[in-house]
């Protein structure tokens, strides 16, 4: 069954520090991948999906990017990270008609 | 507009207590409604769906019924375990979108003493 791999669990990171964050897909190819944020008092947030290699569509405007450089490889990126992308991020993926899966997230707090 | 509210946590239960997480939805159709579980140190996985209305979506003794004149997806469990403890979701798909594109609500963390 498909996976995805993502890490590190918890990071703390001072205000104007790069970030990046990766997940990495096992057990299927060709997935739909997905960035999600979870600041405090709110749901989860779409924050950007890649259909493929070098597809990235943004869902909200933000200091925040994503790449995808292989077919099962996402990341998300920062190059000077904001008191306000502290949350949880959590890495999704899905294939046509199947159901999503889901990583562990990162829970970042910037300080 | 698009969104999902669910009842604000933490709960806290007592083993076989009944659980109730409320869960409303906002849509101009009727989108695939899920109920997703996060146990601790674990992602999120998927606890039941339904996908059109009336629809009762259910696993592991939990169960949700789709409700379009109340446009709602209650989470219930007639008794819940220790084991149950975990963060819980309501999502509803989005249209056009593919599985993984949801819109989410805030989660529910639920604690069940012994």
């Known amino acids: 069954s498909q996976t995805i791999h993502q890490w590190p669990a918890t990071l703390v990171q001072p205000v104007g520090s790069p970030l990046s964050l990766e997940c990495t897909v096992e057990?299927?190819?060709?997935?739909?991948l997905y960035w999600y944020r979870q600041a405090a008092g709110r749901g989860l947030q779409l924050l950007f999906y890649s259909v493929g290699i070098g597809q990235i569509s943004s869902e909200v405007p933000q200091n925040l990017s994503a790449s995808r450089p292989q077919d099962r490889q996402f990341i998300l990126s920062s190059k000077k990270l904001l008191l306000s992308d502290s949350g949880f991020y959590l890495c999704a993926g899905d294939r046509s008609n199947t159901e999503a899966f889901f990583g562990q997230g990162t829970r970042l707090t910037v300080v | 507009g698009n969104s999902v509210t669910q009842m604000e946590g933490p709960v806290t239960l007592s083993e076989e207590a009944f659980l109730t997480i409320n869960c409303t939805y906002t849509?101009?159709?009727?989108?695939?409604l899920f109920w997703y579980v996060q146990y601790p140190g674990e992602g999120l996985q998927l606890l039941l769906k339904?996908?059109?209305?009336?629809d009762k979506g259910s696993n592991k003794g939990f169960e949700a019924t789709y409700r379009k004149e109340t446009t709602s997806f209650h989470l219930e469990k007639g008794s819940v375990q220790v084991s149950d403890s975990a963060v819980y979701f309501c999502?509803?798909?989005?249209?056009?979108?593919?599985?993984?594109?949801?819109?989410f609500g805030k989660g529910t963390k639920l604690s069940v003493k012994p």
């Open positions: 339904a996908t059109k209305a009336d």
């Open positions: 999502a509803r798909g989005s249209y056009g979108g593919s599985q993984g594109n949801l819109i």
């Open positions: 057990g299927t190819s060709n997935p739909n």
């Open positions: 849509a101009t159709g009727y989108p695939s």
